[in-house]
């Protein structure tokens, strides 16, 4: 399956109205998760690299996606160096997202012509992404950070620029209008979307209804 370039896998990043993170050890957890998004509509997920067996995990995922879900474009979030970004662009990323500004991955990510959104946290950080030539950056984590007033200030010093606010927003449909109101283009939703109860008990019909209705609550969101 062939990697779309930069420009049209941020193009279809930004498409989504969120996009899910999650990790596990377990694989069949992590299909049956990323199967409920398909099937919900969600055509783009990222998986972290935040396990021991992330990267077995990752490959498992990318030949379950090929197999049964054609269409969805498998990230892989927690990159943080060039050595990880190499291996699992060798392993078929479709993306890769880090919470770090590193020149190191910027150039591997460039060389491999692949879509890099790096974590920014301060003006300084974002001025470098967008010196590199990088018009979307990931703010996190953005709660902590400050919320949406922190975007709104960010962005208006840099105006071009299009961020993802990931880390500490809150799945409701009244939140997130928040932070595309402040300005972003797009979120990053991890646990809430997937409760961790109805992952322990494997309550994947009751997941999926759960978060039918979120997707369905979303598509009420208006984007500046």
Known sequence: MAVLKPSEMQERVLQEKFIPLYTHTDLEVCKNVMRICYENGIKVFEFTN????????????????????PEMKIGIGTIKNAD????????????LISPVVLEEIQEVCKKENILW???????SEVCLA??????????FPAKQLGGPSYIEAIKAVFPEMQFMA?????A??????????????????????F????????????????????VSEFDLLKRI
Not at 50 to 69: C, H, M, P, Q, V
Not at 166 to 170: A, C, I, L
Not at 175 to 186: F, H, M
């Open 195 to 214: 409760p961790k109860e109805m992952i322990r008990e494997k309550a994947y019909e009751k997941m999926s209804e759960h978060l039918s209705v979120l």
């Open 84 to 95: 990880q970004a190499k291996r699992f662009i060798e392993a078929g990323a479709d993306f």
């Open 166 to 170: 990931t880390g500490g927003v809150e």
């Open 117 to 123: 959104i790096p974590g920014c946290a301060t003006p």
């Open 50 to 69: 935040r396990n021991t067996n992330s990267f077995e995990i990752f490959i498992e995922l990318r030949r379950y996606r090929d197999a049964e879900l």
């Open 130 to 139: 967008e010196n590199w030539g990088l018009s979307l950056v990931k703010i």
């Open 172 to 193: 409701s449909r009244e939140e997130v209008q928040k932070w595309y109101d402040a300005g972003v283009s797009s979120v990053g939703l991890g646990s809430q979307l």
